[in-house]
């Protein structure tokens, strides 16, 4: 018998705002002047507090963080397109949208620094903890979407974030196969900055894009320009109406570029081509979105020299605050390792004591 196609799929590319600023008004979302600075402004607290948390980390005063520079459009984006009850699982880049969604910068200036008060998310924003560990808070997200459905929030659904090289773990699939058999109310959000770390991207899969993987689970799957905060503000608002219609979940794809390194104890200088890099800086979304606004009026050096203004004034503040924390006492890992004593555990516990004192005796 001849063979025959039993199934076939398409996949759609979204772009709003070209490397120029140029806008497509047919795909235009309609916001308010208002709501595009806004949009604006936490694109640019991100990127100043990164660049902040930056010169901390090299003088000492912060301990290893991830920066997001290169990848504000993408978080900023999808965070904008949420409502005060949905959730916000995010992986370890996505500064702009816990900051959007009221977690203060304090906050994860403690975070960095080991406090463990920094992983303390009031529960009315809606946010997980950060996670390092690649992919493993996807089936959490689904978890989240399904008890969400379970417990009658109609109007809520999850926003999950992960990078490319989350889609190369089992927990990834395991998630998207869950939420395609349940429909669940998800909305999957692949940041595809082009490296996991120092692979790149032409080593991790062979599949042409990796919004194509959510084909293979049942639900669409569509590739945004990731440095257009507009494209993925769009994509994302479509994905969390058709969650939050029952239609169930949808995989974005944001092609985009990390444009420092992946972590400050990582050099990308081993692994990417100094050329590479001074392209990417060619679409830095955030003069992208500046220049859009100021082709349509609504903003001009003097209000971007004001914001600027205030919102290092807002870190300085979060930063004086950090440090006005006093320092924990050593032994403070001990006390949650179990909700009851153990002797081993308070065996260990005196044993670092008597070495610090050790340490401070002998200078």
Not at 3 to 20: G, P, W
Not at 171 to 188: I, K, M, S, T
Request: aromatic residues 8%.
């Amino acid at each position: 018998m001849p063979l025959s196609e039993i199934a076939s799929f398409h996949l759609s590319y979204l772009q709003v705002i070209d490397e120029q600023g140029n806008v497509d008004q047919q795909l235009e979302p309609a916001l308010e002047p208002a709501q595009l600075v806004d949009l604006y402004r936490a694109m640019v607290l991100a990127r100043e507090s990164d660049q902040r948390m930056l010169n901390l980390q090299r003088q000492g005063r912060l301990g290893t963080f991830p920066p997001c520079i290169g990848q504000e459009a993408t978080v900023v984006g999808a965070a904008y397109a949420m409502r005060p009850a949905d959730w916000l699982v995010p992986a370890y880049r996505e500064l702009g949208a816990r900051l959007l969604r009221g977690e203060s910068l304090l906050n994860t200036l403690l975070y960095y620094n080991g406090y463990e008060e920094g992983s303390n998310y009031p529960i009315e924003r809606r946010i997980l903890p950060t996670q390092v560990i690649l992919g493993s808070q996807v089936p959490h997200a689904v978890g989240l979407a399904y008890a969400l459905r379970y417990r009658g929030e109609q109007e809520a659904a999850v926003v999950c974030f992960n990078g490319d090289g989350a889609t190369s773990q089992g927990d990834f699939h395991e998630a998207l196969n869950f939420a395609g058999v349940w429909r669940a109310p998800v909305v999957f959000i692949v940041q595809n900055n082009g490296w996991a770390i120092s692979v790149p991207r032409s080593t991790q899969s062979r599949s042409e894009t990796l919004a194509q993987k959510a084909v293979a689970y049942g639900f669409p799957g569509v590739q945004v320009d990731g440095n257009d905060v507009l494209a993925v503000y769009r994509a994302t608002s479509e994905a969390l109406d058709r969650a939050r219609a029952g239609e169930g979940p949808t995989l974005i794809e944001a092609v985009t570029y990390r444009l420092m390194m992946h972590t400050t104890a990582d050099d990308p200088k081993k692994y990417r081509a100094q050329q590479e890099e001074q392209e990417a800086w060619k679409r830095d979304p955030i003069p992208r979105f500046r220049g859009y606004l100021e082709r349509k009026g609504i903003w001009d050096e003097e209000q971007q020299q004001g914001l600027v203004a205030r919102l290092k004034r807002e870190i300085d503040d979060a930063v004086k605050r950090m440090e006005s924390i006093g320092r924990v006492k050593p032994d403070a890992p001990f006390d949650h390792v179990y909700g009851t004593p153990c002797e081993e555990v308070e065996a260990q516990r005196a044993a670092l004591l008597e070495d610090l004192e050790l340490e401070a005796r002998d200078g």
